[in-house]
């Protein structure tokens, strides 16, 4: 079984300063992708970020940045110049073969 | 294209009541997926359509629940007999065939709420 643990329930951040988020999974698989949600307030999930498992670069997304350990199964996201907007519950999602399994995610807080 | 649309957006039904939602996905998208998200949850997965063609069901869908695309476009999900437990919001998603890799389009859900 796939599994996917966020063990932050909840952070905060001041705005301008950077958060890294925590995320770990399990799973036998050699090759997988790994995703990082936003859900905002408004309730629409937005993909963040992506990674594929056999890439050992970091994947990055402008502020947004991931810590892909595969050896530790273990893909933290980095969200640098935190700006009030970052506001939302961020999910972790592993993908593999055809269907999401998300994380019980962390609700971010940056303060002004 | 507009993305992802449900409809309704919130619906409140008495217990025991029958309710349908429906999912218009991008049109491109060949798969569509519901899930169902409790508060301060992660989205449950729950089922997925390839065109008109229901693959997987999760054990979350019991007899109750029941899932349509009949013609490979839009979808619907009927909960019939209405349980408290029941309330949530369901999400829907489309995505390429193969385009897993990118992950999916999230709609913004339907409220549902059994008084």
């Known amino acids: 079984a796939q599994t996917v643990t966020q063990s932050q329930p909840e952070m905060s951040v001041q705005e301008a300063e950077t958060v890294t988020l925590s995320c770990t999974y399990d799973?036998?698989?050699?090759?997988?992708?790994l995703f990082w949600y936003k859900q905002p307030p408004s309730r629409q999930m937005i993909l963040v970020i992506r990674?594929?498992?056999?890439?050992?670069q970091n994947a990055t997304e402008n502020r947004f940045s991931v810590n892909f350990q595969k050896a530790a199964k273990s893909f933290s996201l980095k969200i640098s110049d935190s700006q009030l907007g970052d506001t939302a519950m961020y999910f972790c999602?592993?993908?593999?073969?055809?269907?999401?399994?998300f994380g019980a995610g962390t609700i971010l807080r940056v303060k002004s | 294209d507009t993305g992802v649309s449900q409809d309704p957006r919130h619906k409140i039904t008495k217990r025991g009541q029958n309710v349908t939602f429906r999912c218009d996905p991008i049109?491109?998208?060949?798969?569509l997926y519901w899930y169902r998200q409790t508060l301060g949850q992660g989205p449950e997965f729950l089922t997925y359509?390839?065109?008109?063609?229901?693959?997987?069901k999760s054990r979350l869908l019991s007899d109750r629940f029941s899932a349509e695309r009949p013609k490979g476009s839009f979808s619907t999900l009927e909960i019939q007999r209405t349980e408290q437990g029941d309330s949530a919001m369901y999400l829907c998603?489309?995505?390429?065939?193969?385009?897993?890799?990118?992950?999916?389009?999230f709609g913004s859900g339907t409220r549902l709420t059994v008084v």
């Open positions: 999602a592993f993908m593999k073969p055809s269907k999401l399994v």
């Open positions: 799973t036998s698989e050699s090759n997988y992708y």
């Open positions: 049109s491109e998208h060949n798969r």
């Open positions: 990674q594929e498992a056999y890439k050992q």
């Open positions: 998603a489309s995505s390429l065939e193969g385009g897993q890799a990118y992950g999916y389009t």
């Open positions: 359509f390839q065109n008109e063609a229901q693959l997987e």
